[in-house]
T-cell receptor
Framework: GAVVSQHPSWVICKSGTSVKIECRSLDFQATTMFWYRQFPKQSLMLMAT?????????EQGVEKDKFLINHASLTLSTLTVTSAHPEDSSFYIC?????????????FGDGTRLSIL | GNSVTQMEGPVTLSEEAFLTINCTYTATGYPSLFWYVQYPGEGLQLLLKATKADDKGSNKGFEATYRKETTSFHLEKGSVQVSDSAVYFC???????????WGLGTSLAVNP
């Protein structure tokens, strides 16, 4: 149980294009989803927290107009990297936490490797 | 503030060796503690967790005990396998929304 699917797993695109990454909880309802960015050989950096039906809460230093997050349903959140540039190339990972106790663990997708040319 | 400190890697062991990866934390309130594992090219998987002092989390031969007196949550395994080669992250949850606070990760390589 507690499977999170992230799509696509790998994307390459030209500078200036927008890229959408989907995160789905397959067998549970995710009231809260988290988006992370991971640089090579480094830990995860939390970008934003989204609760279903409300606006995402962004961490300090993360541009909300650059990284658009939508959490329209209890099983789907999307991250759109708008007008992507090479410095946005990274490994993006989503996680989801189900309803109930906020001490429940987060369940992670397999990540999306984004390469901007 | 809340923070997690874990031992730096890389850690290189021979198969069947004993593994310890140290993790200490600072936190306000009563956090839950987690170990996550990231295999090469994959996302993170929850390895084990503990929600209160003296709890022991265990999974796949790995164990960690929530020690409030030493603010530690060290990961141990009695006999590692090549398939355990991965990066291991210690984390705690904190704050009203229970965000995860991460350690920097420890890379483990197990040689046959």
């Amino acid at each position: 149980g507690a499977v999170v699917s992230q799509h696509p797993s790998w994307v390459i695109c030209k500078s200036g294009t927008s890229v959408k990454i989907e995160c789905r909880s397959l067998d549970f309802q995710a009231t809260t989803m988290f988006w992370y960015r991971q640089f090579p050989k480094q830990s995860l950096m939390l970008m934003a927290t989204s609760n279903e039906g409300s606006k995402a809460t962004y961490e300090q230093g993360v541009e909300k107009d650059k990284f658009l997050i939508n959490h329209a349903s209890l099983t789907l959140s999307t991250l759109t990297v708008t007008s992507a540039h090479p410095e946005d190339s990274s490994f993006y990972i989503c996680s989801a936490r189900g309803a109930g106790s906020i001490n429940q663990p987060q369940h992670f997708g397999d990540g999306t490797r984004l390469s901007i040319l | 503030g809340n923070s997690v400190t874990q031992m730096e890697g890389p850690v290189t062991l021979s198969e069947e060796a004993f593994l310890t990866i140290n993790c200490t934390y600072t936190a306000t309130g009563y956090p839950s503690l987690f170990w996550y594992v990231q295999y090469p090219g994959e996302g993170l998987q929850l390895l084990l967790k503990a929600t209160k002092a003296d709890d022991k989390g265990s999974n796949k031969g790995f164990e960690a005990t929530y020690r409030k007196e030493t603010t530690s949550f060290h990961l141990e395994k009695g006999s590692v396998q090549v398939s355990d080669s991965a990066v291991y992250f210690c984390a705690l949850n904190a704050g009203n929304n229970r965000k995860l606070i991460w350690g920097l990760g420890t890379s483990l390589a197990v040689n046959p």
